[in-house]
């Protein structure tokens, strides 16, 4: 791997990472602070798959109606 598709990856797995940690912490008010805590520390260590995995877990578990609207 050439250093140019290493900074794209490291570059994409940051804004994962931060787009986690400012979701955990901002914007889902329903977490408790454990579990704020957890979502860091997966977002922080498990960058591509923290953010997919907050995504289908935490993100469809907050919005059931949203899917409703798209029918």
Same mark, same amino acid.
């Given at each position: 791997?050439? &250093? *140019?598709? &290493? @900074?794209? &990856? %490291?570059?994409?797995?940051?804004?994962?990472?931060?787009?986690?940690?400012?979701e /955990?912490?901002?914007? $889902? !008010?329903?977490?408790? *602070? @454990? %579990? #704020?805590? +957890?979502? *860091?520390? /997966?977002?922080?260590?498990? $960058? +591509? +798959? %923290?953010?997919?995995?907050?995504?289908?877990?935490? #993100?469809? #578990? !907050?919005?059931p109606?949203?899917?409703?609207?798209? /029918?």
């Amino acid at each position: 791997m050439d &250093m *140019t598709t &290493m @900074g794209i &990856m %490291g570059s994409v797995q940051l804004i994962c990472a931060i787009w986690v940690i400012y979701e /955990v912490w901002a914007v $889902n !008010r329903s977490l408790s *602070t @454990g %579990g #704020k805590i +957890l979502w *860091t520390i /997966v977002a922080l260590f498990f $960058n +591509l +798959l %923290g953010a997919a995995a907050y995504y289908f877990i935490e #993100k469809n #578990k !907050r919005s059931p109606e949203a899917s409703d609207t798209l /029918v």
